[in-house]
């Protein structure tokens, strides 16, 4: 497989990977903390519902975001033909800005947004990116 291709199956892989861990995380925090006649998948409600939250309801989105980021930039850069660090952060990326949207669209408590946003996507994916690199070592003069 020409190793282009390569690295973008790598990316798509780890997004969808990244997904699955991130839904898996929310849907659990919503059976751990559950939220008294609130659909978890309705957006709306779950706006509105976001001012009675209090910070036990924000663990389990920020696990989510931030080890969804970390399993998806790992698969990436652990798929990825080249450029290993770069495919672990592309997938950072992605999820930042998935963050960013959803952030604000659910107009949750400002701290939150900030620890999510500066904590859960890029960091999480150059660790995911470093961890692929310790299990698959490649020959990088920058790390990049």
């Known amino acids: 497989?020409?190793?282009i291709l390569r690295n973008i199956v790598a990316v798509i892989?780890?997004?969808f990977g990244g997904?699955?861990?991130n839904m898996t995380l929310v849907n659990a925090g919503y059976k751990v903390f559950p939220i008294e006649g609130l659909q978890p998948d309705n957006m709306e409600?779950?706006?509105a519902a976001m001012s009675s939250f209090g910070p036990e309801n924000f663990i389990f989105p920020f696990l989510a975001h931030a080890l969804g980021t970390l399993v998806g930039a790992l698969i990436s850069a652990l798929i990825a033909g080249q450029h290993k660090i770069k495919s672990a952060l592309a997938v950072g990326i992605i999820f930042l800005l998935g963050g960013i949207?959803?952030?604000y669209m659910l107009s949750g408590p400002i701290w939150f947004a900030?620890?999510?946003i500066l904590l859960a996507y890029i960091p999480m994916a150059w660790v995911g990116g470093k961890i692929a690199l310790s299990i698959r070592p490649e020959k990088v003069k920058s790390g990049l």
């Open 45 to 47: 409600a779950l706006a």
């Open 114 to 116: 900030a620890l999510d």
């Open 101 to 103: 949207v959803v952030n």
């Open 19 to 21: 997904v699955f861990v």
């Open 1 to 3: 497989m020409p190793r």
């Open 13 to 15: 892989a780890g997004w």
